[in-house]
C-alpha cells in the first residue's frame, strides 16, 4: 500500500483527495494535516464523507511513516513551507498549487520538479520525486491546444473562453461565492493575465518548439459548483479531416482524456478525471471545445494519477468514475 500524508486536508481539494484515496485499491491516508481541525473527525468538514471513514484531521506532520505527501494549500504557501520544513528525501511530493509549475531562475529543471501533465510528460512522472500539479484551466486549455501546437498551428493569437464552477474559487467563502450573488449569474475576471497563461504558454512551447503568439484568455464565474467548459479559436487555412486525424491520434493512448466527434457538454465529465476534446471548422478558423471537471482532472483526480505514475501502478487505480450525467 502507498502510504499518504495530506497537507491542508480541509478544504475543497482536500476533501476531494481523501474521498478518492479512501476508495484506492492501493492507497492508505497516514495523516489528515489541518491545525485549525486538529481532532476533528474528517467526516464534520467533508460532510459527504459521513460513514466513509473514521479518520480525524491532525496538527501533526509523520513524514517518516508516508511515500507521498500531498501539498492541498493555497498558492504561494507551498513554497514557504519547504522553507520552513524538512522532508525526509524519500518521500515523494505532489503539489496542487503554482508555486513550482513554470520553470524559471528561482525553480530550475535541476531542482526535481516535473510538471504533471501525463498527456505530455508521462515517463518524466514516471520518474519524479516532486510532481508540480497543473491548474485547472491550465488543463483544459492545454488539452485544447496541444494537438494544434503538435501540428504548428498556433501561428497567431489564440483567443480562449472558459467558465468554471464556484468550487474552482476554493472553499473560503468570498463575496463571489455566495450563493446568492453566484445563482443565476456570470461575470469575467483577470482578462488577459490569469496566473494559469503561463504554464499554459510553457507546454505549449515544449510542444510546437516555440510559441511567438499570445494565448488571449478570458475567464468566466459560472452559476454552477464544478466542472470547466473551454472553447478556443486557432486561425488556420488546414482541413479539417487532417486536424481531426491528429487529435485522434494525438490521445490514442490517452488514460483519461479523449476526442469527441460530437458537441460536448459539461456533465459528460463532471465526477470523473475525464478530459473531453471536440473541434469544429468554420472556413479557416477552428474552434474547440475542451470540458473537464474542475476538482478532479483540474485537481486531485489528475494528481492521483500522477501518484499512480510514479510509484508504478496502473494509471487509472482509484479513477473509474462515473459521469454525473443526470
Not at 31 to 56: I, K, Q, W, Y
Not at 104 to 121: H, K, N, R
Not at 215 to 228: E, L, S, T
Not at 238 to 248: Q, S
Amino acid at each position: 500500500m502507498i502510504k499518504i500524508g495530506i497537507l491542508g486536508a480541509a478544504g475543497y481539494t482536500g476533501g476531494e483527495l481523501i474521498r478518492l484515496l479512501l476508495n484506492h485499491p492501493e492507497a492508505e491516508i497516514v495523516f489528515a494535516h489541518s491545525e485549525s481541525n486538529a481532532g476533528n473527525m474528517v467526516s464534520d468538514v467533508h460532510e459527504g464523507l459521513v460513514g466513509d471513514t473514521p479518520l480525524r484531521f491532525t496538527d501533526q506532520m509523520p513524514f517518516e511513516q508516508v511515500d507521498v505527501v500531498f501539498f492541498c494549500f493555497g498558492h504561494g504557501k507551498s513554497r514557504q513551507f519547504l522553507s520552513e520544513h524538512t522532508i525526509p528525501g524519500h518521500v515523494k511530493i505532489i503539489d496542487l498549487a503554482q508555486d513550482f509549475r513554470v520553470k524559471s531562475e528561482d525553480t530550475p529543471a535541476q531542482d526535481g520538479w516535473v510538471y504533471g501533465l501525463p498527456e505530455i510528460s508521462k515517463a518524466e512522472i514516471a520518474q519524479a520525486q516532486r510532481v508540480a500539479n497543473p491548474g485547472c484551466f491550465a488543463t483544459a486549455i492545454q488539452l485544447a491546444l496541444l494537438p494544434a501546437a503538435h501540428m504548428n498551428l498556433l501561428k497567431e493569437d489564440v483567443s480562449v473562453n472558459a467558465i468554471t464552477g464556484s468550487t474552482g474559487a476554493g472553499q473560503k467563502p468570498g463575496s463571489t461565492t455566495h450563493f446568492s450573488w453566484r445563482a443565476c449569474n456570470m461575470s469575467i475576471y483577470k482578462p488577459f493575465q490569469h496566473q494559469h497563461i503561463a504554464e499554459i504558454r510553457q507546454s505549449l512551447r515544449q510542444v510546437q518548439g516555440y510559441l511567438d503568439v499570445d494565448i488571449d484568455f478570458i475567464p468566466y464565474r459560472g452559476p454552477f459548483a464544478r466542472g470547466i467548459f473551454c472553447t478556443a479559436v486557432i486561425k488556420t487555412p488546414v482541413p479539417f479531416e487532417d486536424i481531426a486525424w491528429e487529435y485522434r491520434d494525438f490521445y490514442r493512448d490517452a488514460a483519461f482524456t479523449h476526442y469527441s466527434d460530437k458537441p460536448l457538454d459539461l456533465k459528460q465529465v463532471v465526477n470523473t478525471n475525464k478530459a473531453l476534446v471536440h473541434i469544429e471548422k468554420y472556413g479557416e478558423k477552428l474552434l474547440v471545445t475542451s470540458v473537464i471537471d474542475n476538482l478532479l482532472k483540474g485537481a486531485v483526480g489528475q494528481a492521483v494519477q500522477n501518484m499512480n505514475l510514479m510509484f508504478g501502478i496502473d494509471e487509472k487505480a482509484g479513477l473509474r468514475l462515473k459521469a454525473s450525467a443526470f
